[in-house]
């Protein structure tokens, strides 16, 4: 048992700790959307696994926010799922709001304030078949989805969150193929970027309409790029400008052009000054940094190579590098740069044995409070992830719970770092790294 008297670092009382999870990683059975396709099609996902029952969130999410509660957490951040709730284009499924009702209800019943949201990765069928992010329309489909939940759930919840990770949509799908639409095409991607920008706007605007008290934010996936060891002073100029562009390109361009801070200045990809003020509260998914060689030979990787620098430490699946000081990193420039709220709306890793979590966990969560004394305004930290879910093209292979799920039984099996987030949340301090040693045995 921890005591306050082992606690050295507080946290502010009104902080919000929490977990993230998304609709098709945790739900089951959707059916209608992209992903369910893409997972049919062979050798699109590790291991042929596919999302099947998920987490069987969609009959039973009830059980899981009784063990977030019982963990002492205070908030969560889950998706709609939009394929259920517009199945086919303007047909609108009362049941599906209903039971998302039920759900944003039940978390707030259990004192857990919901932050929503709207899109998570996968699009309706009818969307992407209409050309998904590619296709102008998708910004008024976007806005009439957004404003009929704010119509619908605005009730229930403050905070909402448009698009997850607008840079990893058009990274993942579009430059490197791995998610669907499964282009390999850099030249799409300012188009792309247009349409998740202005579609971000047009909902800000449809949930501010509805219920002007509401809070709309981003949830940003912020990647560190770091040049690793060069050869030569040019060679290490070289790896700089490169990692420098790049993450210009993947870290800032949306959160620049969302604050209003540089809108103007992003006339490639056009049209987006409408877009300019249109975040309260800035999203921050951290999870990792790269050390990256510039690479005349990789122009679909933005003319950069990774490197591995010998001693770090890597999470499964060689997912990345564990790297806390890169939180404190991010926040700061975050906080330089718009000077808005911020919330962590995602960090985590992969692993099944839990032997890096506990002080996984510890490690950002010192590195968030070092923020705060530095001055940053961070609101909140939702660790992802609960439970272990569907990992997108590495399937149920890469485990990011506080809490194990077999995906062929649903049983669940509480991990060491799933007690010390709660001893964490439950007296609002990290308590003194001693107490790291009772958490670290293995399960
Ligand atoms: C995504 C999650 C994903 C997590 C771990 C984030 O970028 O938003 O959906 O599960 O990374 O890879």
Redesign the pocket.
């Known amino acids: 048992m921890v005591t306050s008297a082992m606690a050295e670092r507080r946290f502010p009382s009104d902080f919000r700790w929490g977990t993230?999870t998304?609709s098709h990683?945790v739900e089951g059975g959707n059916v209608r959307n992209d992903w369910w396709l893409f997972e049919q099609q062979p050798g699109r996902i590790k291991g042929g696994d596919r999302s099947g029952l998920a987490c069987d969130w969609w009959r039973n999410a009830e059980a899981d926010f009784d063990r977030m509660a019982a963990l002492h957490q205070n908030a969560h951040r889950l998706s709609l799922e939009w394929s259920r709730l517009e199945p086919e284009e303007g047909r609108w499924d009362d049941a599906a709001v209903a039971r998302y009702r039920q759900m944003l209800h039940g978390l707030r019943s259990r004192a857990i304030e919901p932050v929503v949201t709207l899109q998570?990765?996968t699009l309706p069928r009818w969307a992407a078949a209409g050309g998904g992010w590619e296709s102008p329309r998708i910004v008024g489909w976007f806005a009439g989805y957004a404003r009929r939940c704010a119509e619908c759930f605005g009730d229930l919840a403050e905070a909402w969150v448009p698009i997850?990770?607008p840079n990893?949509v058009v990274t993942l799908g579009y430059i490197m193929g791995r998610f669907p639409p499964a282009a390999h095409n850099i030249l799409r991607a300012p188009r792309v970027t247009r349409h998740l920008l202005r579609a971000h706007a047009a909902a800000y605007r449809a949930i501010h309409a509805v219920g002007p008290r509401a809070r709309v934010g981003t949830?940003h996936?912020i990647r560190i790029l770091d040049p690793g060891p060069a050869p030569s002073r040019l060679a290490a100029a070289l790896d700089r400008r490169a990692a420098d562009a790049n993450s210009w390109a993947f870290n800032w361009v949306w959160l620049d052009v969302l604050s209003g801070r540089a809108a103007h200045r992003v006339r490639r990809i056009g049209q987006v000054e409408e877009c300019a003020g249109t975040v309260d509260f800035i999203g921050v998914?951290y999870?990792t940094r790269e050390h990256v060689r510039f690479d005349p030979w990789r122009p679909q990787g933005g003319f950069l190579r990774s490197l591995r620098v010998p001693g770090e430490a890597r999470s499964d699946g060689d997912?990345g590098e564990v790297y806390p000081e890169g939180l404190r990193r991010v926040l700061l420039d975050v906080w330089q740069r718009y000077r808005r709220p911020i919330y962590v709306t995602?960090n985590?890793l992969?692993d099944a044995d839990d032997d890096l979590r506990p002080r996984f966990l510890y490690d950002h969560l010192a590195a968030l409070h070092a923020a705060l004394e530095a001055g940053v305004e961070v609101r909140g930290y939702y660790h992802?992830?609960l439970i272990d879910?569907f990992?997108?093209t590495?399937g149920w292979a890469?485990k990011?719970g506080l809490i194990a799920v077999d995906p062929a039984t649903q049983r669940r099996t509480e991990r060491p770092s799933a007690r010390l987030y709660a001893e964490i949340c439950r007296s609002g301090a990290l308590p003194g790294a001693d107490v790291l040693r009772e958490f670290a045995q293995r399960p």
């Open positions: 993230a998304s990683q998570h990765f997850n990770e990893v949830a996936n998914n999870y997912y995602e985590g992969p992802w992830s879910n990992e997108w590495d890469l990011f």
